[in-house]
């Protein structure tokens, strides 16, 4: 498996100093598959370049002179210096690049384990080989091997359950208050970033309306219209208090906008229904006395990052888990790769012909009852000679130089024409 | 009939396994097969009642034994009721052992009824109790979810995810499905209450005696009413209607056994072993 060889940086190597200069967009990412596949020393290359990694996945024939290619392809293709990043290069060969891309793939190897996108952005690398074919047999099959892992990790452990950012954090909350966040209207006091975050969230999960709350109305108005919303003024504030089930508090106010008083008088009007509030503001905007009283629930900055901890903590007891299957699947994929080699092949070739051959010969004597045991005799030296003959041409051919540069190419043709690897293994592939 | 009764103990009690597994490990198939259990033993009970009825043609309630385990059939069948519009279940932790735990108890007592007793026959008494068990077994699925609902509202409120934040369903789940056992059990409740009344009536020519039954009969009657008043009058919602669910849980434990074994009145025989 020393073919493989995977030579990158990422966020826990490089600083984003380093990191920003090697961001490929996709015209970038192709001219640079081509440039690698030109070059002699590499038969196979994918690129993956997401903003917290870049990572050149390679198969070649002579480690050393492609791990030499691909520092320089770095160097050359984004004008750095090679002693400016070397030191934060990471170089792993055969096994150790086959388990470093699983883990990439199935967000092991993320800033935030379990985040979901980076199986997208390594299908988007893959396709990218693709279309410029400079992917092989090698490497195709590493990276359906990969999304297969990736897959079944998500389905098999835990690690992508659990809110990791505060607006998630937020809704998994709302929905242990509200059951299901359908005609839930939301209220918003001050019109921030993070607000506007959260509301984008809580919409998709179908909240009602929204209602928009700033001081300067203007800008309440703009963030109200963007979602189909109503906009008041900071004054009306207590007559809506009534009628929303969630409100998400980001002003800038240094004192407390929402008293326990006012909320206190709310909670009567509404006939006790649960109130919801997010203080996503430092300094904070609700009196946090308001979790005191029945049905209301306050949660803080503080609070949400504590069950966003707790999450964190939970993803990583999963990762345990997600990293035994990525062991499995690293000897898999070790298994297979040793069965390219040429022997196993031809002698796995050779007992497959033989094996049909002598079956059929057996059915065909049995019908003759009348032969004698020389003629059966014959007829077995002729079957014997006709598998030879068969088998001579693509042994030779196999074992031969004729193949040579792309010799793994040949094997796992002739495995597959032959039909060599059992079903059982062909079915656990398909995903 | 005892192997029946020994049937449907084991169905409860392999039940309550399955539920409580389903409670730490949070598989579905867990909750299923512990679901199919309690139908089972709820089905191997309606046939011993069954039977018992069309024997002597009364419903059997004629010393603890029985009554006890009418009580566990009413508790089984009220939950397996409430699950096809509330599918809650985690609540199937608390049926299923206390279903059994019941039926356990009452094999502790002898079978035979004391005298059979003519007393207990006629439409009227088969409808008086009859509702008022599955009230009172309504009544207890009320106070279990109150009891669910207290520990998500601490688990929220304290900003503690314990063990139970993400195995205890949605406080709006708890809220209304407490809030139905308790409608509808106030319905049972006030259905026999009536058609013991008239029994009453008919037996000894009045409505009402001042029987210390049936006056915590009727503290329990209104004690659910002022419940059921306030919450639709100022919104008693939530961590106080889950309190009240428990309160008045108390209540009718008292008057269901309490008003048996510490005063007197004419449900006695209802007790008796």
């Not at chain 1, 359908?182 to 993070?194: C, P």
């Not at chain 1, 010969?361 to 003629?375: A, F, P, R, Y």
Request: charged fraction near 20%; charge should be positive.
């Amino acid at each position: 498996m020393d073919k493989i060889l995977l030579i990158g940086l990422n966020h826990k190597t490089a600083p984003v100093e380093i990191r920003e200069c090697f961001a490929f967009s996709d015209t970038d990412a192709r001219s640079a598959l081509s440039a690698l596949d030109a070059d002699s020393a590499i038969s196979e290359a994918i690129l993956l370049s997401t903003c917290n990694r870049v990572e050149l996945l390679l198969c070649c024939h002579d480690t050393e002179a492609a791990t030499t290619a691909a520092k320089c392809f770095l160097a050359q293709s984004k004008q750095v210096r090679l002693s400016d990043f070397e030191s934060a290069l990471y170089i792993h060969r055969g096994e150790a690049a086959v388990r470093h891309m699983f883990r990439v793939a199935s967000s092991l190897d993320s800033m935030v384990v379990g985040e979901p996108q980076i199986l997208g952005q390594v299908k988007t690398a893959y396709r990218l080989a693709t279309e410029q074919k400079s992917s092989g047999v090698i490497l195709n099959r590493l990276l359906h091997r990969t999304f297969f892992v990736a897959k079944r990790i998500r389905t098999e452990t835990g690690i992508g359950d659990h809110a990791v950012s505060i607006s998630y954090a937020a809704i998994e909350l709302a929905r242990k208050i509200f059951g299901t966040l359908d005609n839930r209207q939301v209220l918003l006091v001050g019109a921030g970033e993070m607000a506007e975050l959260a509301v984008e969230h809580l919409i998709r999960n179908r909240a009602d309306r929204i209602v928009v709350a700033n001081r300067t109305f203007e800008r309440g108005l703009g963030l109200a219209t963007r979602y189909n919303g109503t906009a008041i003024r900071m004054e009306e504030l207590p007559n809506y208090l009534g009628l929303v089930d969630i409100i998400i508090s980001s002003t800038g106010s240094p004192e407390y906008v929402l008293q326990h008083g006012d909320i206190k008088g709310a909670m009567r009007n509404r006939r006790n229904r649960p109130l919801f509030f997010i203080d996503i503001a430092v300094p904070r905007d609700i009196d946090p006395r308001i979790n005191q009283i029945n049905n209301a629930y306050v949660y803080d900055i503080d609070d949400l990052n504590a069950v966003i901890d707790e999450n964190v903590e939970d993803r990583r007891r999963e990762a345990i888990k997600a990293e035994r299957i990525v062991d499995e699947a690293v000897i898999q994929f070790r298994q297979w790769f040793e069965s390219l080699a040429a022997i196993p092949t031809i002698k796995a070739l050779h007992a497959k012909i033989r094996a049909v051959a002598q079956a059929e010969m057996q059915k065909t004597i049995s019908h003759l009852g009348h032969l004698t045991e020389d003629d059966r005799k014959a007829i077995e030296r002729m079957t014997e000679a006709m598998a030879n003959k068969i088998l001579h041409e693509p042994t030779r051919y196999l074992k031969s130089e004729g193949c040579r540069g792309n010799r793994s190419q040949s094997l796992d043709l002739a495995r597959r024409l032959f039909n060599l690897d059992d079903e059982n293994q062909k079915k656990s592939d398909g995903g | 009939m005892q192997i029946v009764m020994v049937t449907a103990i084991l169905l409860y009690m392999l039940a309550a396994a399955s539920f409580c597994a389903y409670l730490f490990f949070q598989r579905n198939f867990l909750q299923k097969i512990g679901h199919m259990l309690l139908i089972a033993g709820f089905i191997c009970q309606t046939v011993m009642l069954g039977a018992e009825f069309i024997r002597t043609g009364h419903v059997p309630a004629n010393n603890l034994h029985e009554t006890l385990s009418v009580v566990a059939w009413a508790l089984v069948g009220s939950f397996l009721a409430l699950n096809i519009k509330f599918r809650l279940k985690i609540l199937g932790a608390y049926t299923a052992p206390l279903a059994a735990f019941i039926l356990l108890a009452a094999i502790q007592f002898p079978r035979e009824p004391l005298q059979p007793d003519n007393l207990l026959k006629g439409v009227w008494l088969t409808v008086h109790i009859i509702a008022i068990f599955i009230g009172d077994a309504a009544f207890a699925l009320a106070a279990g979810v109150g009891v669910l609902y207290l520990l998500q509202e601490r688990n929220i409120k304290g900003k503690k995810r314990g063990f139970f934040f993400k195995r205890l369903p949605s406080l709006d789940l708890l809220d209304t499905t407490g809030h139905a056992c308790i409608v509808s059990g106030f319905t049972m409740l006030t259905i026999g209450l009536i058609a013991g009344m008239v029994y009453a009536k008919i037996l000894w020519g009045h409505f009402w005696s001042w029987d210390p039954k049936e006056v915590w009969s009727a503290v329990t009657w209104i004690f659910y009413a002022v419940l059921l008043h306030e919450r639709l009058a100022v919104g008693w919602r939530g961590r106080r209607a889950a309190i009240m669910a428990l309160a008045g849980f108390a209540v009718l434990l008292f008057t269901f056994f309490g008003v048996n074994f510490l005063l007197k009145g004419h449900h006695g025989q209802f007790t008796q072993w």
